[in-house]
Each structure stands twice: as structure tokens, then as C-alpha cells.
């Protein structure tokens, strides 16, 4: 018997709606009419404003700051689960919260588990993300967890270049393994930028394990909140004999004076994706479309194709 495929509706949380428009171009068919009521209060109520019964609904929202986009995102779950669509997948491009992860200290909240846990309850069947903070939240899920790899985007960007001393680094400890993953694609040495906080977003030191001398370096990391990590390791990286220091970041998240340091800073460029609208513009910062990708992934999803296949560079 033939593989039976529901009708596909794609819909936007009022917080990544240019993402979607581009997601749902490339996937093509038109945006889903959503209607988002608010009350004087600050209260609101998303609503379709078509039938979706029996089809397979994707809802577009990345959950950054403020928190209302995560609750726009489970109000339009629940709306869908109770407007009987067959298949509901939440396509969360930034997942928030995900730096919340595990208990690192006494009386803390896994902020990134509770989100699991809430997305689950709303009523969604699946959920489609991009490089998370750390790859076990997708063990936070019970349900399928389709997990986009950013590389696929920046890998041929970073071809382009043509830069002939590559070398991959990573900002911190943490994201060695992000960044050995990232160099095997162009055969590169890694070096690894050693820090210490005093606290979150305050950096006390840095120093670099790995030789810089000569090399185009390449900083590999998922999330740019404050940038200030990105632009001590860029300058710590130039004083040690780099020709040059650009910087791979899957999520613009840019706070605070991000956009200021990043300028000021001595990155030839900062590339990132549209996971996050950008707040402003800037002279150094370069967008990558994730929009192909994910259209790719929807229609792989509801065709019950592979998902794998989509990681290839």
C-alpha cells in the first residue's frame, strides 16, 4: 500500500516570521494565516485562521527572549491539538534556554528539560532544532527529535574564502568538540582558547593552547550572547601571530553591547544564521539562510524520508 501524505501547513509565532516566510517559499507553499489577539493587559491568543484537520502543521518559533515567544509557541500548539491536526512538529530554530542544561550548582533549574517537558505536554508529536547548546537535550524529548546540523550551511561558506592556513578554534573548553567536528571538513589543526569566569558573561582570563603563528583562524561556536569571549579570544589570538580571526556562530543571540563590541573588535566578520532575527545591522556580521535546510527537513519529515541525508556537506 502507497505511503499516504498529509496536507502541510506552515505557520509562524509572530517572533521568527521572516525565518518562516523564507522556510515555507522554499518549501513551496504559502505561510499559514495566524491571528495573534491581545489584550490591554499583555495577555494573547494566538488563533488559525484556516482549517487545519488532519493535516501535518509546522510551527515556526524560535524561543529567545522575551519569554512570550515560548508561550505564543505552546499556545499555538494547544490551538492546533485541539483544531484536530494529524501531526503537530514544533520547528524551533534557536531553542532557548538550552545553556540551562544540568544541575551545575545546588538549587538550580534545568531550565532545558522543563521546556521538553512543556512542549511535550502542549501536544506537539515532534520537534525540529539547530545545533543545541549540548546534544543530550535531545534525550530530554520522549518523542522524535530532528536535530539540524548548522555545518552544512557554514562549511561551503567557509570554502568560499579560499583561506590557505586554516585553523579551527574554539572559545572555550567546552566547545573542543564542536570545533574537532567542524575542522575534520578541511583537514584543519584545532587550538583551543582556555578560559575562566568569575561569573556569567565575565571572563577573568584567557590563554590559548595551540599554536596561531601564520594561520587564518576560524572561532567555532554555537550561541554569541554578550560576544565578549569572541572578541578576547579574537584579540588574544591576533597578538600571538594570526593573520587573520573570523568567528562561526549558529545563534545571534547579541545582547547588551554585543553589536558595539563586535565591531570594535578584531574579527574580519562574525557569520551566523537567521535562527534569530538580527536587532540591527553591522558592517562585520554576515547572515546564512537556515530557510533551505529546514524546508528540506519538512518535506523529508512529512514524505518519511531521512533526515541524515541532510547533513551531508
Avoid at 27 to 32: A, F, I, T
Avoid at 133 to 156: C, E, R, Y
Avoid at 167 to 189: L, V
Avoid at 304 to 310: C, E, K, N, R, T
Amino acid at each position: 500500500m502507497p505511503l499516504q501524505f498529509n496536507p502541510v501547513k506552515i505557520f509562524a509565532g509572530s517572533g521568527t516570521k521572516d525565518l518562516a516566510k523564507k522556510i515555507a517559499e522554499a518549501y513551496g507553499k504559502p505561510l499559514g494565516s495566524v491571528t495573534l489577539s491581545r489584550f490591554s493587559d499583555g495577555e494573547f491568543q494566538p488563533s488559525f485562521d484556516e482549517s487545519i484537520r488532519g493535516s501535518d502543521v509546522f510551527l515556526v518559533q524560535s524561543t529567545n527572549q522575551p519569554s512570550d515567544n515560548l508561550m505564543e509557541l505552546l499556545l499555538m500548539v494547544d490551538a492546533a491539538r485541539r483544531a484536530s491536526a494529524h501531526y503537530i512538529t514544533a520547528v524551533v530554530p534557536y531553542y532557548g534556554l538550552s545553556r540551562q542544561d544540568r544541575k551545575d550548582k545546588p538549587r538550580v533549574a534545568i531550565g532545558a528539560k522543563l521546556v521538553a517537558n512543556l512542549l511535550k505536554t502542549a501536544g506537539i508529536h515532534r520537534i525540529m532544532t539547530m545545533d543545541l547548546h549540548a546534544a543530550q537535550i535531545q534525550g530530554f524529548f520522549d518523542i522524535p527529535v530532528d536535530h539540524l546540523d548548522g555545518s552544512v550551511i557554514f562549511v561551503p561558506y567557509i570554502k568560499s574564502l579560499g583561506l590557505k592556513n586554516l585553523t579551527i578554534a574554539s572559545p572555550d573548553m567546552g566547545g573542543s568538540y564542536r570545533a574537532r567536528t567542524f575542522a575534520k571538513f578541511f583537514n584543519a589543526e584545532v587550538v583551543i582558547c582556555d578560559k575562566r569566569r568569575l561569573r556569567a558573561n565575565e571572563i577573568e582570563s584567557m590563554s590559548i593552547i595551540g599554536d596561531v603563528t601564520g594561520q587564518d583562524i576560524v572561532l567555532m561556536d554555537d550561541i554569541c550572547d554578550t560576544a565578549g569571549t569572541l572578541a578576547k579570544a579574537a584579540a588574544l589570538i591576533m597578538e600571538n601571530g594570526a593573520n587573520s580571526v573570523r568567528a562561526v556562530c549558529t545563534h545571534a543571540v547579541l545582547s547588551g553591547k554585543a553589536y558595539e563590541t563586535i565591531e570594535n573588535s578584531k574579527l574580519e566578520e562574525l557569520i551566523v544564521t537567521d535562527t534569530i532575527p538580527l536587532k540591527q545591522e553591522s558592517s562585520k556580521i554576515r547572515v546564512l539562510s537556515t530557510a533551505p535546510l529546514f524546508a528540506k527537513a519538512i518535506a523529508n519529515v512529512n514524505e518519511h524520508g531521512s533526515i541524515s541525508d541532510l547533513f551531508r556537506v
